[in-house]
């Protein structure tokens, strides 16, 4: 089968999956996943040559192998063709797969299903516990951002074949073109005293209540280890290089995300009990946003597993439980319901 033969499928995939977007509609990443694969085998039953796998082995890249192409499902349902993607290292990839393509499922706004080529729709890498692309499909809300391939000047199938000590070396020099005025130092091969920040970076202390909320919860979700004793000497550290890497926010007091008084006692009403737990009852309804919202590969690499939307907040429950000592979360967090 041809590039252009494949390419017709994924329309007629696309087609499809946007029709029952709009009436039944998709409610989870593994739920779309499942119905991608169901899809492309239903359009390739006379093509002896694909064999879809419908248990793959965890953190396959890509999702879906078909002989030489493959297909990395994307899913949010907010209303952008943006996401975070696999790691740069790709240490999990399938090498039958010769030619990658995205199916991004989008159910935020107009509910659509769109494909790209894989390797022109990575648009950024973030640099966190592991170097992660971005990925971004066309819409008619954004210019068509450049790929980071062309960006780098070198292409995805040779790039993906280099060591990590390579690859780093082209991320570096993405990293100072985009911020000529600073330097991420954080991802430096080198050591060095000079240690300065990208120019976007803004200091926790200076942002507005409403964005302090926002990126606590989100911070909160991801990191459970915060709920571990007062004692404990680096239960932040997750939640600050978060922070960091992925929103440019610089928290240098890691006792203002949820141990300080102004945030556990806004009303200074000197009842005790523990601040850690009074904080995140504060913010249980920014947490299930969060929960609702993020990327399923966020959870992946703080985590070291997918878990469904709606799952997430009793799965976090569960590791917080684990962490915390003399009280249990489960016990006083999240009681409402729909956990």
Aim: charged residues 30%; glycine residues 6%; contains cysteine.
């Amino acid at each position: 089968m041809t590039k252009d033969e494949f390419e017709s499928i994924l329309d007629r995939c696309c087609v499809n999956l946007t029709n029952e977007a709009r009436t039944s509609g998709f409610e989870s990443s593994p739920q779309f996943e499942n119905r991608v694969r169901e899809a492309l085998d239903e359009l390739t039953k006379e093509e002896a040559s694909f064999t879809i796998d419908f248990a793959p082995r965890p953190q396959a890249f890509p999702d879906i192998a078909m002989g030489e192409f493959g297909v990395e499902v994307k899913f949010t349902l907010n209303d952008t063709w943006r996401s975070v993607a696999n790691s740069v290292l790709e240490t999990q990839r399938i090498e039958t797969v010769k030619h990658i393509y995205i199916i991004f499922g989008k159910m935020g706004g107009v509910p659509e299903v769109q494909w790209g080529d894989y390797g022109q729709s990575v648009i950024h890498v973030r640099t966190s516990h592991v170097p992660r692309f971005e990925v971004e499909l066309p819409s008619a809300k954004a210019t068509v951002k450049q790929s980071l391939f062309d960006e780098m000047g070198i292409k995805y199938d040779d790039f993906r074949k280099l060591q990590m000590q390579e690859k780093m070396k082209y991320i570096r020099a993405y990293a100072r073109k985009i911020h000529p005025d600073g330097r991420l130092w954080w991802i430096e091969d080198k050591e060095s005293d000079e240690h300065t920040v990208p120019m976007q970076a803004r200091l926790y202390t200076n942002l507005t209540l409403e964005e302090k909320i926002h990126l606590r919860a989100e911070a909160a979700l991801l990191c459970p280890g915060i709920v571990d004793s007062g004692r404990s000497r680096n239960k932040y550290d997750d939640m600050v290089l978060y922070l960091l890497t992925y929103h440019g926010v610089i928290c240098h007091q890691a006792r203002d995300l949820f141990s300080a008084g102004s945030v556990a006692n806004p009303n200074n009403d000197d009842k005790g009990g523990i601040y850690i737990e009074r904080a995140l009852k504060l913010i249980e309804k920014e947490i299930r946003e969060a929960a609702l919202r993020m990327d399923d590969a966020l959870f992946v690499e703080y985590w070291g597993e997918s878990v469904a939307p709606e799952k997430r907040i009793a799965r976090w429950l569960e590791k917080a439980d684990e962490c915390a000592k003399n009280w249990k979360p489960s016990t006083s967090l999240f009681l409402d319901g729909n956990k």
